[in-house]
């Protein structure tokens, strides 16, 4: 069965450079959410899209933006990064409210 | 606001040892869903489990069991006969039924299975 599909799984920025993280969903899924997880943390929810508009806002620094695509791919922008963007960014999607979420593999930003 | 607690930071059993995970949540609606998600070393979310407000009963799932208890606002994991293989990190996390469907999680507990 088709999964989530994040790239890159890894990728390593200098500081105020800016990072572009991608996700494919799950065909006919409605909803993306993108997580935040930091070294020994939980994930904590950035941000997410229902039928591409932006559906709810979590703690999402101003730096950082997001959309969902016509072909339902949502993209994550990260600009001017910091030390402590370095974290594994999750992307799930989900096909309704009353389901479950399926995550990607994560991508792991390094920020130097 | 909804809070999700894993009193248990880190959990250590030997091999075949039965263990329990607990989570704890607090919530005001009186429809929301609970999940439980693996985290083994190599990063992936896994899920395990979902479970709505309304469906009490317990699940058994192999050697995995659940124990949803809504008088104490609990959702406890049990694993059986537990293996290496189930060294991991487990979080417990709550999803409230309105529009904010995002997951709110627990701080997770390691669990360690020692050959």
């Known amino acids: 069965a088709a999964g989530v599909i994040q790239s890159p799984r890894h990728l390593i920025k200098e500081k105020r450079e800016t990072a572009t993280l991608k996700c494919y969903p799950i065909?006919?899924?409605?909803?993306v959410y993108w997580y935040q997880q930091g070294p020994g943390q939980d994930p904590q929810f950035l941000i997410s899209?229902?039928?591409?508009?932006?559906?709810d806002k979590g703690s999402i620094p101003d730096r950082f933006s997001a959309q969902q695509f016509s072909d339902y791919h949502s993209e994550l922008n990260m600009s001017s990064l910091e030390l402590g963007d370095s974290a594994l960014y999750f992307c799930?999607?989900?096909?309704?409210?009353?389901?479950?979420?399926?995550f990607g593999s994560g991508t792991r930003l390094t920020v130097v | 606001a909804q809070k999700v607690t894993q009193a248990q930071t880190e959990i250590s059993v030997v091999e075949k040892e039965d263990v329990t995970l607990d989570c704890v949540y607090e919530?005001?609606?009186?429809?929301?869903?609970l999940f439980w998600y693996k985290q083994p070393p190599s990063g992936e979310l896994v899920f395990l489990i979902r479970?709505?407000?309304?469906?009490?009963q317990n699940e058994i799932s192999g050697r995995y069991s659940w124990n949803f208890q809504k008088s104490t606002s609990s959702f406890n994991f049990t694993i059986t006969a537990s293996q290496v293989v189930d060294s991991a990190v487990y979080f417990c996390?709550?999803?409230?039924?309105?529009?904010?469907?995002?997951?709110?999680f627990g701080s997770g507990t390691q669990l360690t299975v020692l050959p």
């Open positions: 799930a999607s989900s096909p309704g409210s009353n389901y479950g979420y399926t």
């Open positions: 996390a709550l999803r409230n039924s309105g529009s904010a469907r995002q997951l709110t």
């Open positions: 479970r709505n407000s309304f469906d009490e």
């Open positions: 899209f229902y039928e591409k508009m932006q559906s």
């Open positions: 065909p006919r899924h409605d909803t």
């Open positions: 919530t005001r609606d009186t429809t929301y869903y």
